[in-house]
């Protein structure tokens, strides 16, 4: 596709059920950047993936957020036993490599959690 | 680590030009990049700046000066379409960016 994509690009979950957010970065990206955002806040930052490198797991705040990209495209970000507390706008973003200082964002997928 | 302040709003009207300052502190600094963000909408590249000074695109410059860990977004001319929020954003090579916490401007008719 043309830009990065997300989806779902909204997700209503029960309190304690786990969550799949997905991202397909920009073909030929090899930098991926995972961001949560609450209504009207900033961008936190979460993980990050550069090519073959070990990610940067260092934003996750806790043991029930990980994430995943396989074969250096596609990102999925789980979240077990949801909290009310992660409802927010999950956001992914991809750049040409970790040398690029331009990123480019998915429209983000609304995690609501009732 | 690292760390960027922002001004939370700026208010202008149209037609007029606005400043958004940033500040920020880094153990380690690549550049300084600036995006805007409409409500529900995804943020976008507005500019960056590597070195000291300033570069220009269109009615947005950006402000660099990194003796000062200082910078800041210019906006002339300005149009209602450019109420959105808007944040910096600073890098280490190699490493996530770091956001602001976003200055939201409202532009007046």
């Known amino acids: 596709g043309a830009g990065v994509s997300q989806s779902p690009s909204n997700k209503v979950t029960e309190k304690g059920k786990d969550v799949e957010l997905r991202c397909d970065p920009i073909s030929g990206h090899t930098a991926l950047y995972w961001y949560r955002q609450s209504l009207g806040q900033g961008l936190e930052f979460l993980i990050y993936?550069?090519?073959?490198?070990?990610?940067?797991k260092s934003g996750l705040p806790s043991d029930r957020f990980s994430a995943e990209r396989t074969g250096g495209s596609v990102s999925t970000l789980t979240i077990q036993r949801t909290q009310q507390e992660d409802s927010a706008v999950y956001l992914c973003?991809?750049?040409?490599?970790?040398?690029?200082?331009?990123?480019?964002f998915g429209q983000g997928t609304r995690l609501t959690v009732v | 680590g690292q760390s960027l302040e922002q001004p939370s709003e700026v208010t202008a009207v149209e037609g007029a030009i606005v400043q958004i300052n940033c500040t920020y502190q880094t153990s380690g600094f690549y550049g300084l990049s600036w995006y805007q963000q409409h409500d529900g909408g995804a943020p976008t590249f507005l500019s960056y700046n590597a070195l000291d000074g300033l570069e220009e695109t269109g009615r947005f410059s950006s402000f660099l000066s990194r003796s000062d860990s200082y910078g800041y977004l210019l906006l002339q001319e300005l149009q209602m379409k450019d109420s959105a929020s808007y944040f910096c954003?600073?890098?280490?090579?190699?490493?996530?960016?770091?956001f602001g916490p976003g200055t939201r401007l409202s532009v007046l008719p």
């Open positions: 973003a991809s750049s040409l490599s970790d040398s690029f200082n331009e990123a480019f």
């Open positions: 993936f550069q090519g073959n490198s070990a990610p940067d």
């Open positions: 954003a600073v890098r280490n090579y190699g490493q996530n960016f770091v």
